[in-house]
T-cell receptor, first 117, second 111 residues
Framework: GAGVSQSPSNKVTEKGKDVELRCDPI?????LYWYRQSLGQGLEFLIY????????KSGLPSDRFSAERTGGSVSTLTIQRTQQEDSAVYLC???????????????FGPGTRLTVL | KQEVTQIPAALSVPEGENLVLNCSFT??????LQWFRQDPGKGLTSLLL?????REQTSGRLNASLDKSSGRSTLYIAASQPGDSATYLC??????????FGKGITLSVRP
């Protein structure tokens, strides 16, 4: 079946512009996660959703970052007033459910490569 | 704060060799530990997930073990092949399903 998809695959933007990244999880997966992968930093957890709610937003790097999920499906990660240090690959993952001992395998999308000039 | 370490950062072995990739974590209060594979320019592919109550998981030529008390996990790859060349990441799942990743081990299997 279809896996996690992300769009766009590549995004080049100018410093100060806003960008919106999209994630389509696997159908039926209630949990959705956003990560950032940048050179020298490894993979960094940003935020996760259980349904449409985000219990833990502590991983978002600054208040320029926000994310939402509607209808328990598609999620968007928005970065306002982009800075050069925002350049990274943004990965999305989904799983059947989140939480504690029932946490399931996370399936990752191919990522969006963001370059801020 | 959970910290996950993978050493060495890179490994090169000849084809056919059995090898072990190491992962250590500082906080033993994890729900599970996962091993992923990442090919250049691609996303992550889940290889094995070990629940905190388990000791090991096997899939084909791969075997992952977990020792929570010592904060260690290993990924064993039997009879390595050039197609196994990739970056292997381990991640510990903690509260709120947050995955904390190591920086990965880049494996090169020489024909």
């Amino acid at each position: 079946g279809a896996g996690v998809s992300q769009s766009p695959s590549n995004k080049v933007t100018e410093k100060g512009k806003d960008v919106e990244l999209r994630c389509d999880p696997i159908s039926g997966h209630t949990a959705l996660y956003w990560y950032r992968q940048s050179l020298g930093q490894g993979l960094e957890f940003l935020i996760y959703f259980q349904g449409n709610s985000a219990p833990d937003k502590s991983g978002l790097p600054s208040d320029r970052f926000s994310a939402e999920r509607t209808g328990g499906s598609v999620s968007t990660l928005t970065i306002q007033r982009t800075q050069q240090e925002d350049s990274a690959v943004y990965l999305c993952a989904s799983s059947l459910q989140a939480g504690g001992f029932n946490a399931d395998t996370q399936y990752f999308g191919p990522g969006t490569r963001l370059t801020v000039l | 704060k959970q910290e996950v370490t993978q050493i060495p950062a890179a490994l090169s072995v000849p084809e056919g060799e059995n090898l072990v990739l190491n992962c250590s974590f500082t906080d033993s209060a994890i729900y599970n530990l996962q091993w992923f594979r990442q090919d250049p320019g691609k996303g992550l592919t889940s290889l094995l997930l070990i629940q905190s109550s388990q000791r090991e998981q096997t899939s084909g030529r791969l075997n992952a073990s977990l020792d929570k008390s010592s904060g260690r996990s290993t990924l064993y790859i039997a009879a390595s092949q050039p197609g196994d060349s990739a970056t292997y990441l381990c991640a510990a799942t903690g509260a709120n399903s947050k995955l904390t990743f190591g920086k990965g081990i880049t494996l090169s299997v020489r024909p």
